[in-house]
């Protein structure tokens, strides 16, 4: 049962995938491709797939490149987002080329008539617009040294150009307001929540390489999803962009947001354990990275010794407490036999496989 109340949000439809109104977080990436060379796009794209994202955003730099979209869009299966920056007209290109929604800057888009005739081709073509506000861009938030002031502007930038949108009948409205730094994009987050009540899209933006970045992007998001905001996320990496939906499905399933996927559960180790249970877990998680298109949640548990491991891998769809050279092996919190160690990454990947034919 989740512990917190979402909040609930206008609902728009991306290519198919419903957002806001209660839907489940999706999950987002960006490719970090060339969009020139639509084949190397659209192969990262179904790596991506592969791994469950449900929304992909691609960078349009030119109008090369936004003359790709529908080459791309006829070889992916997941709705594709058009990230612009100051060139409207590659806008109206990916309009033309069938993109699925824009994702436009404020801050360096262009003028307000320039947003205004984005607006109406993407209303005739029934697109959704993410207004997207990043620190990065709008000088007036390096005015200020105090983060709270800073997320002020950031809303204020944010909510200016949403009322732009609505005076032209636009509704069909997604959000972000992201910053580097984590105080500076909640509370934006907060005061633009207080006032509208479009989808947000979460991020930290520049969150860093694999290791902290999944770390920074954790906590912030973390704090926003835990007080109800969000309706997709992206967990931004300097990385593999699969490795972005592998942290945001982690994310979401401890936070009881999404259950679907498999969730390892091990313990920290100590001098108890008899077993080596690190590279255990590690091969473990090699293998079940291998195993596709799990949609029922499974809870994996490997504990080292007999202290709390019994009890946790009880608690598991399928678990094993370790011994001295031989582990307990469960099942649906019964005792299903004994098997040695290092048999215990195979004994359990050809359980899930069985789970997964079911």
């Known amino acids: 049962m989740k512990y917190f109340k979402r909040t609930q949000t206008r609902k728009i439809n991306i290519g198919g995938v419903v957002i806001g109104g209660g839907a489940p977080v999706a999950v987002q990436s960006m490719t970090n491709t060339d969009t020139r060379d639509w084949r190397a796009t659209v192969k990262q794209i179904k790596n991506l797939e592969d791994a469950g994202c449900e929304i992909i955003r691609v960078s349009l730099p030119d109008m090369e490149s936004a003359q790709n979209v529908s080459k791309i869009k006829k070889n992916i299966k997941i709705p594709l987002v058009a990230d612009i920056h100051f060139d409207y007209r ?98 934006a987050y907060k005061i633009f929540a207080s006032k509208r009540n479009y989808p947000l899209h979460l991020g930290i933006t520049e969150a860093g390489s694999l290791f902290s970045g999944t ?68 091969d473990m998680e090699k293998e079940t990275a291998k195993i596709k298109n799990i949609k029922k949640p499974v809870k994996v548990a490997l504990m080292g010794c007999v202290v709390n491991g019994p009890g946790e891998a009880k608690d598991a769809d399928f678990g094993i407490a370790g011994g001295k050279n031989i582990g307990i092996l469960f099942k649906n919190g019964e005792i299903a036999g004994k098997v040695k160690p290092e048999k215990w990454v195979k004994t359990l990947v050809s359980m899930l496989k069985d789970f997964q034919k079911k």
């Open 90 to 187: 590659i806008a109206l290109e990916a309009i033309k080329q069938g993109v699925d929604k824009l994702r436009i800057n404020p801050g360096n888009i262009g003028s307000k008539d320039k947003v205004e005739t984005l607006v109406k081709e993407a209303k005739a073509a029934r697109i959704p617009i993410r207004i997207g506000v990043n620190a990065g861009s709008l000088k007036s938030v390096h005015n200020f040294d105090d983060n709270l002031s800073r997320a002020k502007e950031l809303a204020k930038s944010a909510i200016e150009h949403v009322r732009i949108l609505e005076k032209l009948s636009f509704y069909d409205i997604a959000v972000s307001l992201k910053a580097s730094n984590i105080a500076t994009t909640v509370e």
């Open 215 to 282: 770390i920074k992007s954790s906590a912030g998001l973390g704090i926003m999803l835990y007080d109800g905001m969000g309706d997709t996320v992206r967990v931004s990496l300097t990385a593999d962009p699969v490795e972005e939906v592998k942290a945001a499905y982690s994310l979401l399933r401890a936070l009881e947001l999404r259950k679907s996927g498999i969730e390892i559960i091990s313990c920290p180790t100590c001098s108890r354990c008899e077993v080596d249970l690190i590279k255990i877990v590690s």
